[in-house]
């Protein structure tokens, strides 16, 4: 199996445009997290789906921020509009079943100018 | 709620020295506990596991010992290196009808030669 993948790896947007991140779980999985990195907050939770289904997105900053989670094979993530606090790397996981390991992707690097 | 507390880095050791990183948790239900690890630049990829109380899990020389008396997963490695710089992170699963999934802030560790 490829793993999770990401895309893109890195993205340089300017502030105020929207920004997509993608996602494709592995297959067979049906929980899916993503999730922020900084130095200054370290990781965060933004939101997690169990069957495609939005468990909790308590984690989400604010309206800027939205997930969907179309089919069990691909996950978006989208800012609109984009701002320089958002500059973050971006991680998803995803888990097979109760109680075991989640398995992450490479992260997306993004950077708001 | 769920949560998990690590300590503070960074922690700076010499090479061969003796690495201990604690971890305690407080969950609801039975969890499963887990040490992750992210190198510079990648994403966290998991180190070792453990699913029942006393359960040691171990790879690459590190190992953690689940103790449910003392809500704790503590990391350890006899001899590090410096290649094994890098940050951990403990985390806990619990499930109840679905995966949640829990980190704490992460703990680096810094090893010179």
């Known amino acids: 199996d490829a793993g999770v993948i990401q895309s893109p790896r890195h993205e340089v947007t300017e502030m105020g445009q929207e920004v997509t991140l993608r996602c494709k779980p592995i297959s067979g999985h049906n929980s899916l997290f993503w999730y922020r990195q900084t130095m200054m907050r370290g990781l965060e939770l933004l939101i997690y789906?169990?069957?495609?289904?939005?468990?909790?997105d308590s984690g989400m900053p604010e309206d800027r921020f939205s997930a969907k989670m179309p089919n069990a094979s691909f996950s978006t993530l989208k800012i609109q509009p984009s701002e320089p606090r958002d500059s973050a790397v971006y991680f998803c996981?995803?888990?097979?079943?109760?109680?075991?390991?989640?398995?992450f992707g490479q992260g997306t690097r993004l950077t708001v100018v | 709620g769920n949560s998990v507390t690590q300590m503070e880095g960074p922690v700076t050791l010499s090479e061969e020295a003796f690495l201990t990183i604690n971890c305690t948790y407080t969950a609801t239900g039975y969890p499963s506990l887990f040490w992750y690890v992210q190198y510079p630049g990648e994403g966290l990829q998991l180190l070792l596991k453990a699913t029942k109380a006393d359960d040691k899990g171990s790879n690459k020389g590190f190992e953690a010992t689940y103790r449910k008396e003392t809500t704790s997963f503590h990391l350890e490695k006899g001899s590090v290196q410096v290649s094994d710089s890098a940050v951990y992170f403990c985390a806990l699963t619990t499930f109840s009808g679905y995966s949640t999934l829990t980190f704490g802030k992460g703990t680096m560790l810094l090893v010179s030669p």
């Open positions: 996981a995803s888990t097979r079943e109760q109680n075991t390991e989640a398995f």
């Open positions: 789906f169990n069957n495609n289904v939005p468990i909790d």
